[in-house]
């Protein structure tokens, strides 16, 4: 086990970005992330406020989490919104819309791998955790946007793990989890949903032991209705 790991989460003051956060604080890992609102409750967790789709926010992000946490081996692509309005049919997304998602989902986690790969590439053991959805994968009719958004993020991971062989890509869909983003979705889902807590515990062993699952670089894993993580399928990565 790598330890610590320095971790940047994007999204980190709710949901499951909180959750895992809280968690690898927690087990001693030096970790800082990113809302729009962070939450002022952890002084000691290195917090940055602004909108991810800004690219200057995205700029001050790069030198700011190198300064607070003096290098970066890990980085979680978490944050996602839902377009407005919700879960629009494509005859009425707008154009506005479409492009501050994709901002959100799409551009930003590209370009911050972009900004902190030469920081990634001097690391022992570097990780970048991208958090995905099955709606990347299953064309549910009012998704477009969305699934749009982590369709893409998807084959970008993958590429990226061809491109960058010395840096492990992990994609991962937490399933149903019991958050803001679930409930703005589908307010009247009766399943049983997830804790985020729960989620964030299943993806620990992805960061705490990146090596772990050798011989692969790109992984599709789901968190399973038990909290552990699932081999959902695998590719053999390129190099
Ligand atoms: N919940 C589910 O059932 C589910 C299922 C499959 C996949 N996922 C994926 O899991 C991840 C986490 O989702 P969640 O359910 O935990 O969502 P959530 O509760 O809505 O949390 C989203 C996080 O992203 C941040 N965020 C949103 N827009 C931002 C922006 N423009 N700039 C900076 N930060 C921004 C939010 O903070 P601020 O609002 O303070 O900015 C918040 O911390 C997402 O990638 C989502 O697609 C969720």
Same mark, same amino acid.
């Given at each position: 086990m790598d330890f610590p790991r320095h971790c940047f989460v994007t999204?980190?003051?709710?949901?499951l970005g909180a959750s895992l956060v809280r968690i690898l604080a927690g087990r001693g890992h030096r970790t800082a992330y990113c809302a729009r609102w962070p939450q002022d409750?952890?002084?000691d967790i290195p917090a940055f406020a602004g909108d991810l789709a800004d690219p200057a926010f995205r700029a001050r992000l790069i030198t700011g989490v190198i300064d607070r946490?003096?290098?970066?081996?890990t980085l979680v692509l978490n944050a996602a919104v839902l377009d407005d309005p919700l879960l629009a049919p494509v005859s009425r997304l707008t154009s506005k819309s479409l492009t501050e998602l994709l901002a959100v989902n799409l551009v930003a986690p590209l370009d911050l791998v972009r900004q902190f790969l030469p920081v990634l590439r001097r690391q022992e053991n570097p990780l970048v955790l991208a958090i995905s959805s099955d709606a990347a994968r299953i064309p549910y009719p009012g998704w477009t946007a969305y699934a749009a958004s982590k369709a893409g993020l998807e084959i970008a991971m993958e590429i990226l793990a061809q491109e960058e062989p010395s840096i492990r890509v992990h994609v991962v /869909? =937490?399933?149903?989890?019991?958050t803001a983003l679930h409930r703005q979705a589908?307010?009247?889902?009766t399943n049983r949903l997830r804790r985020p807590d729960e989620a964030a515990a299943a993806l620990l062993p992805l960061i705490e /032991? =990146?090596?772990?699952?050798?011989?692969?670089?790109?992984l599709y894993l789901a968190v399973n209705s038990v909290g552990r993580l699932a081999l959902v399928s695998s590719k053999e990565g390129a190099s």
């Open positions: 999204g980190g003051s709710r949901g409750d952890r002084s946490l003096s290098t970066l081996d /869909d =937490p399933g149903d989890m019991d589908l307010p009247h889902d /032991d =990146p090596v772990r699952f050798s011989g692969q670089t790109r």
